[in-house]
């Protein structure tokens, strides 16, 4: 069999790249259904974009690499695509576009689009070998017990990275890339709950307790909820920290994000008499207030504290250091942050400069957006690129 172009991977990338490569092109999945990771997505809704999406949103070695892709294939396109099909959308927060009906409306969406570029589509379809020419791929793939073997000009990676593996996922692409000679950015799970140890165990008690802070890895900053559970820390603020942190670095956050000055010494001077914990808890969740005051070990009235202590205690509120011993891996992850260097690959078409006709999209590459919609644009945004150029 004889196709233009094969794509890997039935995912967002896979989809769209297949409504826009048009006749010729050949998509297919080991999976049964097509966009498993857009059908679960936003609670069902699928978060599919972001009003606010830029550059600045996306994690890469190179952080220039995304430009042209997201400019030339934007939010308000996807927008536009969704609105033509008569999808109803709202926002959120912070920009995040969600379906006011069920996630499975994009896939059929992308599905209907992929059917009237005259694409094909193969579900349940693994791939058993490729080899390369120097011209055309030959693949050979397993259907139904069945071997085919596939010639194509062009061969796409479009099968993501190793998150959520109970979906199917795993490491194909990279293996590929490797296979061809293409090199690696360390793919690690991102957008995932930290675990704590130690100590910090402590926290474990007030699972389900959540209050919005702001939370800093590295040099970057999200002001969003934080949510304590069974294991450790999770809520938006985590999430998106977790895709900077490294492990043994700390995780510091502010639990009081609407303070600055000398606040308790302000308070020492309104309310003599309060307490830490009572004053902690007119502002935080009771439980939270509780575990941070005994931890602080402050037991005096506001009128009886020293100064110092109460600027030592305010310094630990607005940036408390905890020490993650680990993430909850792949499994819980909704994204993976590395893979396919982008230094391999063109950031017009997507096109690896080194193997002629080999490209790569979406989760597989070495760009990762934050938590919010910005992957499924990347998603669009990458595979419209290279549909552009097959």
């Given amino acids: 069999m004889d196709v233009t172009t094969l794509i890997l991977g039935a995912g967002a990338a896979g989809l769209m790249c297949a409504a826009r490569a048009g006749p010729g092109t050949l998509l297919i999945d080991h999976a049964r259904a097509p966009g498993e990771k857009i059908r679960i997505s936003g609670g069902g809704r699928c978060n599919f974009t972001n009003l606010h999406t830029g550059p600045e949103n996306f994690l890469s070695q190179n952080p220039h690499f995304c430009k042209s892709a997201l400019k030339r294939y934007s939010q308000w396109d996807f927008i536009e695509l969704v609105d033509r ?32 570029a005259g694409a094909e589509l193969w579900l349940g379809t693994s791939v058993i070998g490729v080899r390369h020419d120097g011209s055309r791929f030959s693949v050979v793939l397993e259907r139904d017990g069945q071997r ?28 590929l890339a490797r296979q061809f000679g293409l090199k690696l950015v360390e793919p690690r799970p991102a957008l995932v709950p930290l675990t704590l140890g130690g100590e910090e165990v402590l926290f474990r008690d007030i699972s389900g307790v959540s209050a919005p802070v702001v939370t800093s890895a590295g040099k970057a900053r999200f002001a969003e909820a934080a949510l304590f559970t069974h294991r450790g820390l999770s809520g938006p603020a985590i999430l998106q920290a977790s895709s900077y942190w490294r492990p043994g670095e700390p995780l510091f ?4 994000p ?133």
């Fill in 85 to 116: 099909h008569g999808i109803a959308w709202h926002e959120k927060t912070l920009g995040q576009l969600f379906c006011d009906g069920k996630s499975t409306q994009i896939v059929e969406m992308l599905l209907a689009e992929m059917r009237a």
């Fill in 148 to 175: 085919t073997a596939v010639t194509a000009r062009n061969l796409v990676l479009a099968s993501g990275g190793k998150s959520i593996p109970k979906m199917g996922a795993t490491g194909f692409a990279y293996d």
């Fill in 253 to 256: 956050i502010d639990f009081l």
């Fill in 258 to 390: 609407e303070e600055s000055g000398d606040f308790l010494l302000q308070a020492k001077r309104e309310t003599p008499r309060a307490t830490l914990r009572g004053w902690l808890r007119d502002r935080l969740p009771a439980r939270l207030a509780d575990i941070l005051a005994e931890r602080l070990g402050l037991e005096v009235e506001f009128g009886n504290a020293p100064d110092k202590a109460l600027r030592a205690v305010a310094e630990r509120l607005k940036r408390w250091t905890f020490q993650p011993n680990g993430t909850e891996g792949y499994a819980k992850a909704e994204v993976t942050v590395g893979g396919i260097a982008t230094a391999e690959l063109s950031s017009k078409t997507m096109a690896a400069k080194r193997v002629p006709g080999l490209y790569a999209i979406g989760e597989a590459v070495d760009v990762t957006g934050w938590l919010g919609g910005y992957n499924f644009q990347w998603a669009w945004a990458s595979a419209f690129a290279c549909a552009q150029a097959l």
